[in-house]
């Protein structure tokens, strides 16, 4: 059975997350300080899984209301109207803005949802020892990293209407307490993801390498 190459920390080395620059730690240490940068060097982020389940269960919870509160009001001489995402995305859905009603479907709901449950995935597989997948796992993180910039699109699209429609006193829009909420969610989503440190991911693989070669043919 071929080998998985050594990696970084088992020749104790620590990359810079700031600068980038691939340093020798000190034996004996766990962390340190780039030379360069002066940026606090280390093998693992501290209290990594613990922190990034803390916000994953945190960005859940701001998920419900960001989902059953109403996201804009809209206030006119017949009365006030308040729509939730899913109502806005059911509004959307005709034969010239369907398109539009998807992407909002997509980035309000799906994403939000579908990240919370990667990194629980991640965290799961993690926690129990998994060295099945790895690549796969990784790609993963580095998917649900990438389309973190996008899941600001329901409030640009909210804070868009807002501004644009105020015709008072005729007809005007306000942000709903929900917009808050999705904000949260967002914000929350993001930390957590810079949270999860990746490398957990390929540690027990080499640690059941090491425990291969070590054993009698």
Known sequence: MSAVPASARSLGLAGCEVCGLV??????????????????????????????????????????PANLLPVLTTYTPLGVETDT????????????????AIIVFVASIT??????????YLLITVQRGSIQSTVQRARLYRMVKFIGRWSMLDVFVDTFVVALVQLKPLMWVAAGPGV??????????????NCFDPRLIWDLPEKENDVRQRSPA
């Open 23 to 64: 340093s020798r730690l000190p034996p004996g240490k766990s962390a340190a300080h780039c030379p360069r940068c002066g940026e606090r060097l280390h093998f693992r982020r501290r209290a990594s899984v613990e922190s990034c389940w803390a916000l994953v269960i945190a960005a859940l919870i701001l998920y419900i």
């Open 111 to 120: 994403i939000p949802l579908g990240k919370l449950i990667a990194l629980a």
């Open 180 to 193: 808050i909420f999705f904000a949260g969610v967002v914000v929350v989503t993001m930390i957590a993801v």
């Open 85 to 100: 995402i899913l109502q806005g995305v059911v509004e959307l859905w005709s034969p010239s803005s369907w398109p539009l």
